[in-house]
């Protein structure tokens, strides 16, 4: 895409390579039993796709719906449940599947709220880290690519819902707006 406010930060080569060696690496972890993944809207969707694609046994799949953003670049700090599993956890294998960990508000909550599910287990993987905003404790067992401190859209992430159908991710220059996290 020629948009003169992107820069590839990380190709769609390399995503699919990377998500193929996690495909596999996951697939070895869980050799056996159920293992339910659990997709956190909208972002992971992308991921989610390439991601179950890669592995090489049977998945489970499920959605939920976290907002934790505006239409800014800030996080507002409040995280609500926008849609629930439709499954119960109790003693399966869980993958919870997110696009990006930024201050770890959103997985943080999520973990807590999972656990009281009773999985048999539960794991984080997450296509992007930003380990440097951290603000909340949280394990991300599987990490596609640790990132700077930039703002990133494409492959399912978003600026104010756009640019999430790029194939790479990319960096999104500052346009001098205002934060406008709700
Ligand atoms: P956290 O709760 O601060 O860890 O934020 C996690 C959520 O914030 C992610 O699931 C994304 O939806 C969003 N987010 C964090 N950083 C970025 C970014 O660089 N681009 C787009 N969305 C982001
Ligand atoms: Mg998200």
Request: proline share 2%; hydrophobic share 40%.
């Given at each position: 895409m020629t948009d003169p406010k992107l820069r590839v930060l990380i190709s769609a080569e390399k995503i699919q390579?990377?998500?193929?060696?996690?495909?596999?690496?996951?697939?070895?972890?869980?050799?056996?039993?159920?293992?339910?993944?659990?997709?956190?809207?909208?972002?992971?969707?992308?991921?989610?796709?390439?991601?179950?694609?890669?592995?090489?046994?049977?998945?489970?799949?499920?959605?939920?719906?976290?907002?934790?953003?505006?239409?800014?670049?800030?996080?507002?700090?409040?995280?609500?449940?926008t849609k629930d599993l439709d499954i119960e956890l109790e003693g399966t294998d869980v993958l919870i599947v997110e696009d990006i960990v930024d201050s770890g508000v959103t997985l943080n909550y999520l973990m807590h709220l999972l656990e009281q599910r009773r999985p048999k287990s539960i794991r984080i993987a997450a296509l992007l880290d930003k380990p440097e905003r951290r603000q909340r404790p949280v394990h991300v067992h599987y990490v596609g690519f640790q990132i700077p401190d930039r703002f990133v859209v494409g492959y399912g992430l978003d600026y104010a819902e756009k640019y999430r159908n790029l194939d790479d991710v990319c960096v999104l220059d500052d346009m001098g707006e205002a934060s406008t996290a709700a």
């Open positions: 390579a990377r998500i193929r060696e996690l495909g596999v690496q996951i697939s070895q972890d869980y050799p056996d039993g159920k293992l339910q993944m659990i997709c956190i809207l909208k972002g992971a969707c992308f991921f989610l796709t390439d991601l179950a694609r890669a592995m090489q046994r049977d998945v489970l799949v499920d959605f939920m719906g976290i907002s934790t953003y505006g239409k800014g670049k800030t996080s507002s700090g409040e995280v609500r449940v």
